[in-house]
């Protein structure tokens, strides 16, 4: 289990050594284009004392609440001899349901019962988890978590998977300070990326309310050793303000998911396999024309597609955002001297230079939906008037991404762009489409 570096029960910075800088933040609106809220904590009383305004202000503005926690924070109370892990977990489960039901009465509450204080150990749940809850419309999401740097394992961890589950969905990523206020100093926070929300005195109230739900954190769970309180008045006064503070960061969290499935293994789609083999059998004898000119394949992976290409092509550009990909399509392509293999991120580093044949393939559900959008723009704008666009994908949908293959195909089908060859499969889809006209 990992350990945060401070004591709840030590003395820690007292809460008016903030107020100064606090008092001074600019203030937080909600904004217009979002009509969704998603708050994840660690466990249970973090969504309280870090948003509870949040969330009832967005429930006042007519908004849809979501509120998630990691662990049912089972392990708030390690040596009690009057409550076991299993009874502490649904004392806590429905004491976050009181707290949000006084804040949201609406929302919907939801706990992934992953193991309290080892939570780094299942990002990849939480992120799939996140991304599962805030669905292909992220651009309508506010999606608020505890801070990257709030020195506790576990709101860290979720912090970073709310991050990655942000870039992934489109989702607006707000985060809150907990433990921050305990163990930090004002030098520690990135001041001119916060703001704050006025609670005025209604939400003041019910965030009290809403605290006070918490009875097993906020008050000892019985006089004998081991069950004693876990927020004590010092803690609290860091919540009991007019005011929340949120960060909002520039700096989006790293995705290197598809980077270590590259890294952990050198054939991660089995792309010898009959089934590949075949698929790009398909995927060639569907091209219209015998010989291209320029071909630009993106998302290129360990580099087979691009090498078949290479035989349909007098050039032919594989760009990949892996490293480790890149690494191991090179080595498959080092005897093909018109095969360029290039590390590029898209559409952010989208090559320059117009091509005949574009191919994108088992990538598209690897993006956002806005970045699949400006993806499906910038590969018609790289066609040359009689050039092609070849995509195929697999239809069931990735675990941890919010798209699935044929709404890939839908974008770039949305456009009006005629299709040339079509071909469905149970597990595939096969599209060449020409350039709208």
């Known amino acids: ?46 969504e309280t004392l870090g948003a509870a305004g949040l969330v009832r202000a967005a429930a006042r503005a007519g908004w849809e609440v979501t509120v998630v926690t990691a662990t049912a924070g089972e392990g ?48 990849d749940a939480l992120v ?50 907990v433990w921050l206020w305990h163990w930090g100093s004002p030098e520690d926070v990135p001041w001119d990326r916060a703001a704050r929300l006025d609670l005025g005195e209604a939400g003041r109230a019910a965030k009290r309310t809403a605290v006070a739900a918490h009875a097993s954190q906020v008050r000892p769970l019985s006089p004998a050793p081991g069950d004693e309180v876990l927020l004590g008045p010092d803690l609290l006064a860091h919540f009991d303000r007019d005011g929340e503070v949120f960060l ?5 969290v790293a995705d290197d998911a598809l980077d270590q499935v590259h890294r952990e293994r050198p054939d991660p789609w089995q792309v010898e396999s009959a089934y ?16 291209y000119r320029s071909a630009l394949e993106v998302g290129c992976s360990v580099g087979a597609l691009a090498v078949d290409l290479a035989g349909r092509c007098d ?11 890149i690494d191991l399509a090179r080595r498959r392509t080092a005897r093909i001297a018109h095969l360029e293999v290039r590390r590029a991120r898209v559409p952010e580093q989208w090559p320059e ?62 456009t009006g762009a005629p299709v040339l060859v079509e071909h469905h499969e149970p597990d595939f889809d096969l599209l060449v489409l020409g350039r709208p006209t």
């Open 1 to 46: 289990m990992n350990e945060p570096a401070f004591r709840h029960d030590r003395a820690g910075t007292p809460a008016a050594a903030w107020t100064p800088s606090i008092e001074t933040l600019p203030p937080l609106h909600l904004p217009d284009s979002r009509t969704r809220l998603v708050v994840v904590g660690a466990h249970p009383d973090d």
């Open 76 to 123: 708030s109370h390690p040596g009690s001899p009057t409550h076991p892990p299993a009874l502490l977990a649904d004392v806590r489960r429905r004491e976050l349901r009181a707290a949000i039901d006084t804040l949201a009465p609406d929302a919907r509450v939801a706990c992934l019962d992953l193991a309290d204080g080892d939570v780094a150990a299942h990002e």
């Open 128 to 177: 799939a988890a996140l991304v599962e809850e805030v669905g292909t419309r992220g651009d309508d999401v506010v999606l608020c978590a505890p801070w990257r740097g709030d020195g506790h394992p576990d709101h860290e961890a979720v912090g970073r998977a709310a991050g990655v589950a942000a870039v992934r969905t489109d989702a607006l990523l707000v985060e809150y300070p």
């Open 248 to 252: 909002l960061l520039d700096e989006a």
């Open 276 to 291: 590949e083999r075949r698929k790009r059998a398909l995927t060639l004898a569907s091209l219209p024309h015998e010989r």
């Open 315 to 325: 050039r032919v550009l594989a760009v990949d955002d892996s490293e480790a990909a």
């Open 353 to 414: 230079g117009r091509h005949d044949l574009v191919s994108i393939s088992e990538v598209g559900y690897f993006l956002s939906p806005r970045r699949l959008d400006e993806v499906v723009g910038l590969s018609f704008s790289t066609l040359t008037d009689d050039g092609h666009l070849v995509l195929c994908h697999w239809r069931h949908q990735p675990v941890g991404w919010p798209l699935a293959g044929p709404a890939v195909h839908d974008a770039f089908l949305a």
